[in-house]
């Protein structure tokens, strides 16, 4: 698999940010997973149950909107309060198409679930434009609340994950999960399974849906869950579920298929209560390896460099 020459250059500035290393502590063994970057853990521990690549930067696509769900609500602003879905200020992403009609208007609360449960660009966009300060201050918050968290492999440049310099760790991302996991609304928004949003001026509904199947499935009894998909992030899952009677963080970066990360929370899953490692397909392994020798390259290109 051939990665694009601005990627490319983008992995090489992320392991000057990062060190791209492979988490310490990391588990010797454990389930065989598709993801090349994944990490799992306890709600209630600090430390992972398990870890691959789980301390290395890459692109996260809309996972990143985990973060904007949290800006947001730790903003206090009045979710029954009707938000204008106005023009960009900056060009969409090519990959940026919304049903939403300019102009139109919604509640914050509903802005939010959208956001989160089917991953609409255009709201996550029109959450950040509408915090206080606006645009720029909305990015700024959500690098200050990542600096707060501790998550020192994280960065984000926009609100939606269209970005592929957005970027942050498997490891990170488990203290997002469980910081953004306190608050009620993103625990029920992002687990909606459908929603019809009613916009006024002009007025009209939208029906959405919940881009995790597993949220409709009892038997996983998930809490919290987003996905997300660009070019340079592969398929990623970030999700709370109940594994072994307990509730649960996974985290997974970067797979091949629409289905792989969802392969990947089974062979979790099952790990974890029988201790069986699965296993993967080939297809998916040999992405694995091409995705891992691209780093291993950028980061030789550094050492060359310096």
Request: contains cysteine; positive net charge.
């Amino acid at each position: 698999m051939m990665i694009r020459g601005g990627f490319a250059l983008m992995l090489t500035l992320l392991i000057c940010f990062s060190g791209v290393a492979a988490a310490s502590g990391e588990e010797p063994t454990g389930p065989n997973l598709a993801s090349v970057n994944a990490a799992v853990a306890k709600v209630g521990d600090d430390a992972l149950l398990f870890g691959k690549n789980a301390n290395r930067s890459v692109p996260i696509a809309s996972l990143t909107k985990v973060m904007t769900g949290l800006v947001v609500l730790e903003s206090d602003q009045p979710l029954d309060e009707w938000l204008t879905f106005k023009e960009r200020h900056t060009p969409a992403a090519a990959n940026a198409y919304t049903r939403i009609r300019v102009d139109s208007q919604l509640r914050r609360s509903d802005v939010l679930r959208i956001a989160l449960m089917s991953s609409e660009n255009f709201a996550a966009y029109t959450l950040a434009r509408s915090y206080p300060g606006g645009f720029d201050a909305f990015i700024n918050a959500m690098n200050a609340k990542a600096k707060a968290l501790g998550m020192t492999g994280t960065h984000f440049v926009d609100p939606t994950g269209l970005s592929a310099e957005n970027v942050s760790t498997a490891a990170d991302l488990v203290k997002l999960v469980k910081a953004a996991g306190k608050h009620p609304e993103i625990r029920e928004y992002s687990t909606t399974g459908y929603y019809r949003a009613q916009f006024r001026k002009p007025r009209y509904s939208l029906s959405f849906g919940n881009t995790n199947a597993l949220v409709h499935r009892d038997s996983w009894g998930v809490s919290l869950s987003k996905t997300g998909y660009l070019e340079e992030a592969g398929r990623c899952l970030v999700m709370v579920s109940q594994m072994n009677g307990e509730p649960v963080v996974t985290v997974l970066l970067d797979s091949l298929g629409t289905r792989s990360p969802l392969g990947d929370a089974g062979r979790i899953k099952r790990w974890l209560d029988t201790g069986a490692r699965g296993q993967v397909a080939t297809a998916a392994r040999r992405y694995e390896q091409e995705k891992n020798a691209a780093y291993a390259a950028a980061a030789k290109n550094v050492v060359s460099a310096n």
